[in-house]
Nanobody
């Protein structure tokens, strides 16, 4: 079955950087677009970025443009999110997601906390 496992979250000071990873299994990873979402306390889950199957096309939420970079390594079945210039407003649980045959599959999430 489809499995998505995120890692790489943690506590970081404002202005710092983190790289999140999402290891996928149970499906042909390179055939599907992948996305990162995040959910802050008391807020709805929001889209962060999406990348196509071959990694040639990416889109970002406006507030993340220039600070976050989504990428993938199809040889490792792994999705990445490089985050820089992190601010307290970026504190959230970050999730990866794939949509296959009309069904959305989510990982368990990884917590990112930006605080001094």
């Amino acid at each position: 079955q489809v499995q998505l496992v995120e890692s790489g979250g943690g506590l970081v000071q404002p202005g710092g950087s983190l790289r999140l990873s999402c290891v996928a299994s149970g499906f042909m990873f390179s055939s599907y677009a992948m996305s990162w979402y995040r959910q802050a306390p008391g807020k709805e889950r929001e889209l962060v970025a999406t990348i196509d199957g071959v990694g040639g096309s990416t889109t970002y939420a406006n507030s993340m443009k220039g600070r976050f970079t989504i990428s993938r390594d199809n040889g490792k079945n792994t999705l990445y999110l490089q985050m820089k210039s992190l601010q307290p407003k970026d504190t959230a649980v970050y999730y990866c997601k794939v949509r296959r045959f009309g069904t959305e599959h989510w990982g368990q999430g990884t917590q990112v906390t930006v605080s001094s």
